[in-house]
């Protein structure tokens, strides 16, 4: 019996020694996760857009040997989707946009004995883009397509309304804040040669911002 307990206390004792060789321990170390940040890069992808700017009309009515010019200008908003593809291994991307404009541009012009209003009614367009990524947060593009406006004129008690068939040229910069918001600016000329000696022409300057996915 007095071994047994002998052989205990012979443990015990080794056991406290080692702990006491061991000295303090260190609190564990607790690891963060590690979060990636995902750089803003322009990819293959698609996007949505909305858009504020200032549109310039101007008209061309040529009529019984006489013609006469004149514009306006106003506010313009729009909203576009579409989608881009870059080009692997290389700077340069191509893609397609479509969109619809609303505009406040109200136009009036006078003959001497009459008085004329034309107002635009929503605009749309679909064009095609070629996009130079110098770096790869910008892109610089320039687009062309087909758009189709409606005008309406109003004249004395007299009410009518066109609609034209163009073409839209332009282009922009956009600039990537972050891996899906986009800031950008454009330009577009919309180009109509109507009927009758009426060749309406649409000029806008606008800030848009988009989200890609």
Known sequence: MRTAILAVALALTATAANAADLGPQK?????????E???AVFKTTCYIEGSIGIGISSYDVTGDGASVSFSDHGTIGGLAAGCDYRIPSTPFAVGAIGGVDF??????????????KVT???????????GFVPLDHVMIY???GASWSELTAKSG?????EAFQGWIV?????????????????????LVEGEQGFDPTNHVVRATLGWRF
């Open 37 to 39: 940040v995902l750089p």
């Open 142 to 144: 320039g687009m062309a």
């Open 170 to 190: 332009g282009a922009g910069v956009d600039l990537m804040l972050n891996r899906n918001v986009v800031l950008g600016a454009r330009y577009t000329a919309d």
């Open 27 to 35: 609190p564990a170390v607790v690891t963060e996760p590690i979060i």
């Open 103 to 116: 505009s406040n541009v109200t136009s009036k012009f006078s003959d001497g004995d009459d008085t004329a």
């Open 120 to 130: 635009s009614e929503p605009s749309y367009y679909i064009a095609g883009k070629v």
């Open 157 to 161: 008690g007299d009410k009518g309304s």
